[in-house]
């Protein structure tokens, strides 16, 4: 797949540093400072990352990508954390892929996570659409939110 055939998303454009090599698109990753292969995936990650750090106010040394954790067990792997000035786990984000339809079964996935993270904020998005909630640890469920929280 080449960069020109990314699917146009639903968020600002931004741009990025984009280049060939042996035969694959590779996209530089501002948080891990590395260049990344360009999937579908990985294009709604770093499109995510940058609404972050451009709409939302986020500063890159408080977001992680793709760290691994380990949920009943098993080692996992999350999309985007942003923590919060104290170093807390604030915002959990899952990206898919543009052609992913988003389930309750992808909102379970993320929730399982956060059992193991205890994040304030819950983000499922495959670009185009984007499900923003806030943990309700009183009641144990997601409250649905109309965008994510600008950092203060």
Known sequence: ??????????????????????NKQLIFDKI?????????EEWVRQNFVEYLIKEK???VSLIAVEKQVTVNNL????????????????????CKSPKIKITQETFDQI?????????QYLVVTNGITHYYSKMDRKNKQYVFLENIKTYK
Do not use: W
């Open 1 to 22: 797949m080449h960069f020109c055939d990314m699917q146009p998303l639903n968020l600002p454009t931004y741009q990025f540093k984009i280049k060939s090599s042996e």
């Open 32 to 40: 891990r400072k590395k260049y990344v292969v360009l999937t579908p």
């Open 57 to 59: 106010g986020y500063p």
């Open 75 to 94: 080692k996992k792997r999350f999309d985007i954390l942003v923590f919060d000035k104290s170093g807390n786990h604030d915002i959990i984000v899952e």
């Open 111 to 119: 929730a399982r996570y956060n059992l193991t993270l205890s994040a």
